[in-house]
C-alpha cells in the first residue's frame, strides 16, 4: 500500500512505520523499565499493596534491588544493555527458582510477570534502547567531543613547524 499526499511520495505505510521504529522502542523501553522499578519499588518499601521484604534476604530483597536499579537504568536509557540483561537473567532465576516447581505453565505456577519481564528485557538487550535514551546522547556527545579534538589536533599540527611527536621537524 503506497501513502500519497503528506510529503513522501510513493512511500509505504512499511516505510513510514519503519522511520518511527526507533522512537517506538524508546518509548517501549521507557514503559517497561518505569513497570520494573515500580515492582522492586513495592517489594522495598511495601508500597503498593505489596508486603515489604526484610533487608538482605535472600533471594527476594537482592531481587527488587536488582528491579530497582536496573528498570530505573533501562527506564532511562542508560547503560540500558547491561541493566537489561541483568534484569532479564534476575527475572529468569525468579521463575525457575519460585514459580516453575509448582506447575510447568506461567499461568498456572503465577510466574507470568517473571516470564514476561525476562522475555521483554532480553528483547531489549537485543534491539537496544531506541532513540530517545541518555545511552545515545552520551554517546552522540563523545563523538562530538572525539571529532572536535581530532580536528584541533590536525590544526595544531599544520600550523606548528614541529612534527606531531613535538621535534621540529627535518628535511628529506
Same mark, same amino acid.
Given at each position: 500500500?503506497?501513502?500519497?499526499?503528506?510529503?513522501?511520495?510513493?512511500?509505504?505505510?512499511?516505510?513510514?512505520?519503519?522511520?518511527?521504529?526507533?522512537?517506538?522502542?524508546?518509548?517501549?523501553?521507557?514503559?517497561?523499565?518505569?513497570?520494573?522499578?515500580?515492582?522492586?519499588?513495592?517489594?522495598?518499601?511495601?508500597?503498593?499493596?505489596?508486603? +515489604?521484604?526484610?533487608?538482605?534476604?535472600?533471594?527476594?530483597?537482592?531481587?527488587?534491588?536488582?528491579?530497582?536499579?536496573?528498570?530505573?537504568?533501562? @527506564?532511562?536509557?542508560?547503560?540500558?544493555?547491561?541493566?537489561?540483561?541483568?534484569? *532479564?537473567? *534476575?527475572?529468569?532465576?525468579?521463575?525457575?527458582?519460585?514459580?516453575?516447581?509448582?506447575?510447568? @505453565?506461567?499461568?498456572?505456577?503465577?510466574?507470568?510477570?517473571?516470564?514476561?519481564?525476562?522475555?521483554?528485557? @532480553?528483547?531489549?538487550?537485543?534491539?537496544?534502547?531506541?532513540?530517545?535514551?541518555?545511552?545515545?546522547?552520551?554517546?552522540?556527545?563523545?563523538?562530538?567531543?572525539?571529532?572536535?579534538?581530532? +580536528?584541533? +589536533?590536525?590544526?595544531? *599540527?599544520?600550523?606548528?613547524? +614541529?612534527?606531531?611527536?613535538?621535534?621540529?621537524?627535518?628535511?628529506?
Amino acid at each position: 500500500m503506497t501513502v500519497r499526499g503528506h510529503g513522501t511520495r510513493g512511500a509505504t505505510v512499511s516505510d513510514r512505520l519503519d522511520r518511527g521504529r526507533p522512537y517506538a522502542l524508546g518509548a517501549f523501553r521507557a514503559v517497561v523499565g518505569l513497570l520494573f522499578t515500580c515492582h522492586g519499588v513495592a517489594s522495598l518499601f511495601g508500597v503498593l499493596d505489596t508486603a +515489604e521484604l526484610p533487608a538482605g534476604r535472600w533471594p527476594g530483597w537482592y531481587a527488587a534491588l536488582i528491579q530497582l536499579a536496573c528498570g530505573a537504568l533501562v @527506564l532511562l536509557g542508560l547503560a540500558t544493555r547491561p541493566a537489561a540483561l541483568l534484569g *532479564s537473567g *534476575s527475572m529468569a532465576f525468579a521463575y525457575f527458582d519460585v514459580h516453575q516447581h509448582r506447575a510447568l @505453565l506461567p499461568i498456572e505456577n503465577g510466574g507470568e510477570a517473571a516470564v514476561f519481564f525476562c522475555w521483554t528485557l @532480553l528483547l531489549i538487550v537485543f534491539c537496544g534502547p531506541g532513540a530517545p535514551a541518555l545511552d545515545r546522547l552520551l554517546a552522540d556527545r563523545r563523538a562530538a567531543a572525539r571529532a572536535a579534538r581530532e +580536528e584541533r +589536533e590536525a590544526r595544531e *599540527s599544520q600550523e606548528s613547524p +614541529e612534527g606531531g611527536d613535538g621535534r621540529l621537524a627535518m628535511p628529506a
